[in-house]
């Protein structure tokens, strides 16, 4: 029987905001060796107390190992932080888990190539205190020699590494995706509970039927799903006019309570213009024809 211990790649990890701070601890916890850098050092001094190296240069931290791990504040701070070392790029796989769009990743990912380093995009669909777990989970995309030369580090992140192809966009607009339902949701979440305390009720009062009400939604995913990439709206199971009811409403009953009503307007325009557009009798999912064009 083997005995050999686990292969321990080091890595290198730029930014240590929460998340990149995350990252450098499990790697730690695994083993790996760890190089650290960060505008303001003392944030890695509990890091290189448990044994990782800080660079004082990012040209040293990039000196240091061929996987570098990018957790900045956006695309933006990646150049700024990355030019003044550009020399050093070269020979490198550069993990960049920092929000970006999908246009700004591949950007970045031509940029990173003519001076001779790969790049992968990543897109982390958990907070800090995921980072490590082995049911969490990262989309990447860009070069497949790259993710699956790395693969066993990008495990240590999140357990489960999902690549997605080669476009370096991809990652970026799959984060996008899941940004985009989590934020509206959330901000739905907080609509009703604006709604809840003007009406004498607290957050804990509406918890149940809140959560009830968001484990509905993967009722329906799947269902309108189908219906959509055939191009099916019909009104057998639900009519646009019947929702733009609803959600006028919903509309009324926030200006009863002197609730600010900018998000439930906006739900409520757009079911107008769906109305204006002729899709009355449609199901309400034809509204995504409406949203992709951006009229």
């Given at each position: 029987?083997?005995?050999?211990?686990?292969?321990?790649?080091?890595?290198?990890?730029?930014?240590?905001?929460?998340?990149?701070?995350?990252?450098?601890?499990?790697?730690?916890?695994?083993?790996?060796?760890?190089?650290?850098?960060?505008?303001?050092?003392?944030?890695?001094?509990?890091?290189?107390?448990?044994?990782?190296?800080?660079?004082?240069?990012?040209?040293?931290?990039?000196?240091?190992?061929?996987?570098?791990?990018?957790?900045?504040?956006?695309?933006?701070?990646?150049?700024?932080?990355?030019?003044?070392?550009?020399?050093?790029?070269?020979?490198?796989?550069?993990?960049?888990?920092?929000?970006?769009?999908?246009?700004?990743?591949?950007?970045?990912?031509?940029?990173?190539?003519?001076?001779?380093?790969?790049?992968?995009?990543?897109?982390?669909?958990?907070?800090?205190?995921?980072?490590?777990?082995?049911?969490?989970?990262?989309?990447?995309?860009?070069?497949?020699?790259?993710?699956?030369?790395?693969?066993?580090?990008?495990?240590?992140?999140?357990?489960?590494?999902?690549?997605?192809?080669?476009?370096?966009?991809?990652?970026?607009?799959?984060?996008?995706?899941?940004?985009?339902?989590?934020?509206?949701?959330?901000?739905?979440?907080?609509?009703?509970?604006?709604?809840?305390?003007?009406?004498?009720?607290?957050?804990?009062?509406?918890?149940?039927?809140?959560?009830?009400?968001?484990?509905?939604?993967?009722?329906?995913?799947?269902?309108?799903?189908?219906?959509?990439?055939?191009?099916?709206?019909?009104?057998?199971?639900?009519?646009?006019?019947?929702?733009?009811?609803?959600?006028?409403?919903?509309?009324?009953?926030?200006?009863?309570?002197?609730?600010d009503t900018a998000l439930p307007r906006a739900v409520a325009d757009l079911f107008r213009r769906g109305m204006a557009a002729?899709?009355?009798?449609?199901?309400?999912?034809?509204?995504?024809?409406?949203?992709?064009?951006?009229?």
């Amino acid at each position: 029987m083997s005995t050999s211990a686990p292969v321990t790649t080091p890595v290198t990890v730029i930014g240590l905001g929460p998340m990149g701070r995350a990252m450098a601890a499990a790697f730690l916890d695994r083993g790996h060796p760890v190089t650290v850098w960060n505008r303001t050092p003392s944030r890695a001094d509990d890091l290189v107390a448990r044994g990782a190296r800080l660079a004082p240069t990012v040209a040293e931290a990039l000196a240091a190992n061929e996987a570098v791990i990018l957790s900045l504040t956006d695309q933006a701070a990646v150049r700024d932080v990355l030019a003044p070392a550009a020399d050093g790029l070269a020979g490198r796989v550069l993990v960049d888990l920092t929000s970006a769009t999908p246009e700004e990743a591949r950007a970045t990912a031509r940029w990173a190539a003519e001076r001779g380093a790969a790049r992968l995009t990543g897109g982390v669909t958990v907070p800090p205190s995921g980072i490590g777990q082995p049911e969490s989970s990262t989309f990447y995309s860009g070069p497949r020699a790259a993710f699956d030369r790395h693969r066993a580090l990008l495990e240590v992140v999140t357990g489960v590494a999902d690549h997605r192809g080669e476009d370096p966009g991809l990652a970026a607009l799959y984060y996008q995706l899941g940004m985009t339902m989590f934020w509206t949701a959330m901000l739905g979440y907080w609509q009703a509970v604006a709604l809840a305390q003007a009406n004498g009720l607290t957050a804990a009062d509406i918890l149940d039927h809140a959560t009830d009400t968001a484990a509905s939604l993967s009722g329906f995913l799947p269902f309108y799903a189908a219906r959509i990439d055939k191009g099916e709206h019909q009104g057998d199971v639900d009519r646009l006019a019947m929702g733009t009811a609803s959600v006028e409403h919903v509309l009324h009953t926030h200006a009863d309570a002197g609730v600010d009503t900018a998000l439930p307007r906006a739900v409520a325009d757009l079911f107008r213009r769906g109305m204006a557009a002729g899709h009355a009798d449609d199901s309400f999912s034809s509204l995504v024809a409406l949203m992709r064009k951006g009229e």
